[in-house]
């Protein structure tokens, strides 16, 4: 079956800097890749996904990039801030069938002033 | 109907009891889909259903699991004679054909505690 794996497991950021998670999958048949925001005790939430068929995806300061030659794709937030704060996880799956999603181990950002 | 609702929020019992629990998920979803999170780890997906039929289960899902979904509406996680290692977040999971285009949407989980 899939397996993702995620890096880095914890990211400290000043406000304002850039941070990037990344992650490889294993299935090549993967074609779907969100990346889901969950705050403490919270659900969670869809931040941007990307489809086999695109290499970038941008939506105002997050942006998702896919190589599916390597299998890994990453999630890059810009200008960072406080409220950014939180556990990212990516997932793959393959859409079309169950399109059950598997997760990566999460990433915990924390944004610090 | 703002989104996906999970009954209870929190269930706390004894080990060797049954429990069970609830998603209602988002009304014109046609997907439902079961995951268990335990801390510090990414949810793991258990079971789903298309409509009323429950076309996957995971390996995860012991013989002590059961999943319903009866009328392809609410859906119900029933886990029998309860282990410590049972002991995790339930979260349920809806979505419109394969969500490939928006996702799920998550519920805010049932967390379980078997003492």
């Known amino acids: 079956g899939e397996n993702v794996e995620q890096h880095p497991s914890t990211l400290s950021v000043q406000e304002g800097d850039s941070a990037v998670i990344k992650c490889t999958y294993s299935?090549?048949?993967?074609?779907?890749f969100p990346w889901y925001k969950q705050e403490l005790g919270k659900r969670p939430q869809l931040i941007i996904d990307?489809?086999?068929?695109?290499g970038e995806k941008k939506d105002q300061r997050i942006a998702v990039t896919l190589n599916k030659t390597a299998k890994h794709f990453s999630l890059h937030i810009t200008e960072t801030q406080p409220e950014d704060s939180a556990v990212y996880f990516c997932a793959a799956s393959v859409t079309g069938t169950a399109s059950k999603l598997t997760f990566g181990t999460g990433t915990r950002l924390q944004v610090t002033l | 109907d703002t989104g996906v609702s999970q009954d209870p929020r929190h269930k706390i019992t004894k080990r060797g009891q049954n429990v069970t629990f609830r998603c209602d998920p988002i009304?014109?979803?046609?997907?439902l889909y079961w995951y268990r999170q335990t801390l510090g780890q990414g949810p793991e997906f258990l079971t789903y259903?298309?409509?009323?039929?429950?076309?996957?289960k995971s390996r995860l899902l012991s013989d002590r699991f059961s999943a319903e979904r009866p009328k392809g509406s609410f859906s119900t996680l029933e886990i029998q004679r309860t282990e410590q290692g049972d002991s995790a977040m339930y979260l349920c999971?809806?979505?419109?054909?394969?969500?490939?285009?928006?996702?799920?949407?998550f519920g805010s989980g049932t967390r379980l505690t078997v003492v």
């Open positions: 999971a809806s979505s419109l054909g394969d969500g490939g285009g928006h996702g799920y949407t």
């Open positions: 299935d090549s048949a993967s074609n779907y």
């Open positions: 009304s014109e979803h046609n997907r």
């Open positions: 990307i489809r086999s068929n695109v």
């Open positions: 259903f298309q409509n009323e039929a429950q076309l996957e």
